[in-house]
């Protein structure tokens, strides 16, 4: 499979200095001589625009902040998909690995999914669980997740290749929400 693009936030303050900052994913993205365009996750007209100019077989989005617009999920050829760090339908939204530490869960997982409208709520191609290890915090549970999502998004692009992948409804009567953290819940 072939990466046509790579699109991220914008560069944002940080440090003591608030200087701006490029991202984990541009900085990858750059030690992997892969292009880069850099849009902020509000630009739903933006990111259309680019992505019908590019005209991907597969648009692939993880951890982005916000919805693709209508025109975004049909601007590719076979497919929009998701890599989510829960077992959907449960923990949908912001803070799925939080919510999951801070439920006290030792199973977690990863989900690639079909990208819908409506948030985290996409048909499910593939699952994988992965055992939290004991005292582990977001940081590393986060990691974790990122292996098994690689290896997963990898699989089910080569189903998509084949058209063996499959559609899974998610079960909305299990549907659980994982909104931002506060400061509170930090806690």
Do not use: F
């Not at 914008?10 to 200095?17: T, V």
């Not at 625009?49 to 025109?71: I, K, N, S």
Request: proline share 9%; no cysteine; glycine share 8%.
């Amino acid at each position: 499979h072939r990466v046509v693009v790579v699109v991220t936030q914008p560069d944002r303050p940080s440090g003591r200095g608030l200087r701006p900052r490029p991202t984990a994913v541009r900085l990858a993205a750059g030690r992997l001589s892969l292009p880069v365009k850099t849009i902020p996750a509000k630009d739903s007209a933006g990111l259309a625009v680019l992505l019908e100019r590019v005209g991907p077989d597969v648009v692939v989005t993880a951890a982005w902040a916000g919805l693709l617009g209508a025109r975004s999920l049909g601007a590719p050829r076979v497919a929009a998909l998701n890599v989510h760090p829960s077992l959907l339908p449960r923990y949908r939204g912001a803070a799925p690995v939080e919510r999951a530490i801070m439920a006290g869960d030792t199973l977690l997982g990863v989900t690639v999914m079909h990208l819908a409208a409506e948030l985290d709520a996409g048909d499910i191609i593939l699952q994988r669980t992965v055992a939290l290890p004991p005292d582990s915090d977001a940081g590393q549970a986060r990691e974790l997740l990122a292996l098994a999502g690689g290896d997963l998004l990898v699989k089910a692009l080569d189903m998509l290749v084949d058209r063996t992948a499959p559609r899974v409804l998610q079960d909305e009567a299990l549907a659980t929400w994982a909104p931002k953290l506060r400061p509170k819940d930090e806690r």
